[in-house]
T-cell receptor, first 116, second 113 residues
Framework: AQSVTQLGSHVSVSEGALVLLRCNYSSSVPPYLFWYVQYPNQGLQLLLKYTSAATLVKGINGFEAEFKKSETSFHLTKPSAHMRDAAEYFCAVSDNRGSTLGRLYFGRGTQLTVWP | KAGVTQTPRYLIKTRGQQVTLSCSPISGHRSVSWYQQTPGQGLQFLFEYFSETQRNKGNFPGRFSGRQFSNSRSEMNVSTLELGDSALYLC????????????FGPGTRLTVL
């Protein structure tokens, strides 16, 4: 089965600092990878996705992520944090196997706090 | 275009009761997935429907069931509610392939007393 590990359940940065949220996955087949953000009392919003095209993926709100097959990683970064980035971030993976179609495997999430 | 809608947004039930949650997907989407989100277990997959057929099911007891209608709208039902069923239930819709992102609704917050 697929699995996703997000290192660090809480990350704190100052406004303007680099944001780095870590995600490692396990998959026996080429994966599709996603980052979602969740604000309080809301559903999940897609930030970006990797679907085997360019390994560096740019998303909304200035976020980007790089797929590194050798490290089985898909870390999320943003050069300069803003107060509005404070939220919970989830990494997710899906694959092309018939037994898991339609299913996303999520990490446990990383709560990002941004200090003024 | 309109996003995924879920009704109701909030529910309070007592143990032993049953509940039905509704999800209307984005127009044109044929896949609807359901997830349970709790602080302790995180986001867990319940089941996925595609063109009225359940394609995949997570590891939940039979008290959790769902269905999808011909217009792609979906419902999930939980019977004989337990305290541990208190959670945010999220519905997501997509075109149904693994590389298509799933679009999430705002969720239904279920509290079981």
């Amino acid at each position: 089965a697929q699995s996703v590990t997000q290192l660090g359940s809480h990350v704190s940065v100052s406004e303007g600092a680099l944001v780095l949220l870590r995600c490692n996955y396990s998959s026996s087949v080429p994966p599709y990878l996603f980052w979602y953000v969740q604000y309080p009392n809301q559903g999940l919003q897609l930030l970006l996705k990797y679907t085997s095209a360019a390994t560096l993926v740019k998303g909304i709100n200035g976020f980007e992520a790089e797929f590194k097959k050798s490290e089985t990683s898909f870390h999320l970064t943003k050069p300069s944090a803003h107060m509005r980035d404070a939220a919970e971030y989830f990494c997710a993976v899906s694959d092309n196997r018939g037994s898991t179609l339609g299913r996303l495997y999520f990490g446990r999430g990383t709560q990002l706090t941004v200090w003024p | 275009k309109a996003g995924v809608t879920q009704t109701p947004r909030y529910l309070i039930k007592t143990r032993g009761q049953q509940v039905t949650l509704s999800c209307s997907p984005i127009s044109g989407h044929r896949s609807v997935s359901w997830y349970q989100q709790t602080p302790g277990q995180g986001l867990q997959f319940l089941f996925e429907y595609f063109s009225e057929t359940q394609r995949n099911k997570g590891n939940f007891p039979g008290r959790f069931s769902g269905r999808q209608f011909s217009n792609s709208r979906s419902e999930m039902n939980v019977s004989t509610l337990e305290l541990g069923d208190s959670a945010l239930y999220l519905c997501a819709s997509s075109f149904g392939t693994p590389y298509n992102e799933q679009f999430f609704g705002p969720g239904t917050r279920l509290t079981v007393l």
